[in-house]
């Protein structure tokens, strides 16, 4: 109140100034003279008050060109509170703007699709992980309806029904992956659409249901043979020789499931624990001497084996599961090639310092059709045959978890009738040469299957 007071009493003294000074100046119409004098004076002032009010409201319409007047009196007060209330005003929104900034990064951080739809169910606003689930481009399709974008038929039935209690899940027409989609009301009338990618997590399921099944058929079929020689020589009288072959047959089916429960815990060790170290060292000799004499025993003279005598060359990794990777193979390749074929086993190193064990064999070979499947787990590509040379369909799964988790990678070359080759290729960190080597193929350029 302060400034209204002393607004009044400027206006009255300049007032009762103006006409002092025009009764003084005249001496034949002193009360006209004194009116004059202080309509004068007034005008005068209310023209100063114009014009500082006048540049105050030119200032509000453009308060970001410059500071506010700084007149004195009302108009000063009033630019002064003006000021700070726009600068106030300026901060704060600010303010949330940052925070709005902030809240719409961690959406755009966020593993799910965020889409925000209006009571018309037109987009709003969409993150990026939404973008690329719907395929949608946040930048053009705002103000679209989303069922002119994300024409799943069941997705659009289930945001036409109303009814958002539950989650969707349904194909994506583009990538024909699988989404998982939940509609939530907020504000007025305005929709929440979360999504969620679960094509992994389907196909996932899908393989741990396979591979349950899968263990389940492979450990029934030994036990159902079991159970019937057991019923067999409990209930029939038989001859030495028959029972001599029925126990042959039993312990051929007891093996085949004590391979089997051994693979599938090696599967499980190796997906279960952590990366081989890079700097424990194995000889490569040693181990392919040893993989030497357990692919003759498993031959027993039936095949020509020929393993190359390496020395001064280490592998970086686990021994156990570096030898299970190459005797599986080799394994394979004794197993599925006939009697005096010949099976070859060698070491190379490739011009940009990858190192190479090849087996190769004169087996039956195999159709290209088969070649992308094999490492799957209990693929096979003939059945029975698998089945009567006592494989368990485990083994490449195994020699890929362990190449994986070396960094290398497992080539297949093979042709029908003319045999295959297996090359398990080590990464150049995990090849040493500890020595001169001796019996070590001269360095190859890499190729390629």
């Not at 084996?305 to 020395?311: A, H, L």
């Not at 099976?343 to 190379?348: E, L, N």
């Not at 059709?369 to 485990?394: I, K, M, Q």
Request: a neutral charge; proline letters at 5%; hydrophobic letters at 40%.
């Amino acid at each position: 109140m302060e400034w209204v007071i002393a607004r009044v009493v400027g206006w009255v003294a300049v007032a009762v100034a103006g006409g002092a000074i025009g009764y003084a100046l005249s001496d034949e119409m002193p009360v006209l003279s004194t009116l004059a004098g202080s309509s004068v004076t007034v005008a005068v002032l209310a023209t100063i008050d114009t014009i500082r009010g006048y540049r105050l409201v030119r200032w509000l319409r453009d308060p970001q060109a410059r500071s506010a007047p700084r007149d004195a009196g009302l108009w000063a007060e009033l630019g002064y509170r003006f000021e700070r209330t726009l600068l106030h005003r300026e901060r704060a929104l600010i303010e949330e703007r940052g925070r709005l900034a902030q809240f719409l990064d961690a959406i755009q951080a966020s593993p799910n699709g965020v889409l925000l739809l209006d009571e018309r169910a037109q987009i709003e606003w969409c993150n990026a992980v939404a973008a690329d689930h719907f395929g949608l481009d946040p930048a053009r399709d705002i103000g679209q309806p989303v069922t002119n974008l994300i024409r799943a038929p069941a997705f659009v039935d289930h945001l036409q029904s109303g009814h958002f209690d539950s989650g969707l899940q349904f194909v994506n027409p583009r990538t024909q992956g699988t989404l998982w989609a939940m509609l939530r009301r907020y504000g007025e009338g305005k929709l929440l659409l979360l999504s969620q990618d679960v094509t992994e997590r389907e196909r996932a399921d899908i393989m741990r249901r396979d591979f349950v099944a899968n263990v389940s058929h492979e450990i029934r079929s030994p036990l159902t043979v079991l159970a019937g020689f057991v019923e067999t020589m409990s209930s029939l009288p038989l001859t030495e020789v028959e029972r001599r072959r029925v126990l042959t047959l039993m312990q051929q089916q007891t093996d085949r499931m004590q391979t089997l429960v051994a693979d599938l815990l090696t599967l499980a060790q190796l997906e279960g624990s952590p990366r081989p170290p890079p700097d424990q060292w194995v000889e490569l000799g040693p181990m392919l001497a040893r993989i030497e004499a357990d692919a003759r025993a498993l031959s027993a003279g039936r095949h020509q084996v020929e393993v190359d005598r390496v020395s001064g060359i280490d592998l970086a990794g686990a021994p156990s599961e570096l030898h299970s990777a190459v005797a599986n193979v080799v394994g394979n390749a004794v197993r599925y090639t006939p009697e005096s074929g010949r099976i070859t086993v060698g070491w190379s190193m490739r011009g940009d310092g990858r190192g190479v064990i090849e087996v190769r064999d004169s087996g039956i070979g195999i159709a290209p059709e088969h070649l992308p499947r094999l490492v799957e787990r209990f693929y096979r590509v003939d059945t029975s045959r698998s089945r009567d040379t006592g494989g368990t369909g485990l083994g490449l799964s195994i020699v890929k978890h362990v190449l994986q988790r070396h960094g290398g990678e497992l080539e297949i070359e093979s042709e029908l009738g003319r045999g295959s080759s297996f090359r398990l290729v080590f990464p150049a960190a995990r090849v040493r040469i500890s020595a001169a080597p001796s019996a070590v193929a001269q360095p190859q350029p890499a190729t390629a299957v």
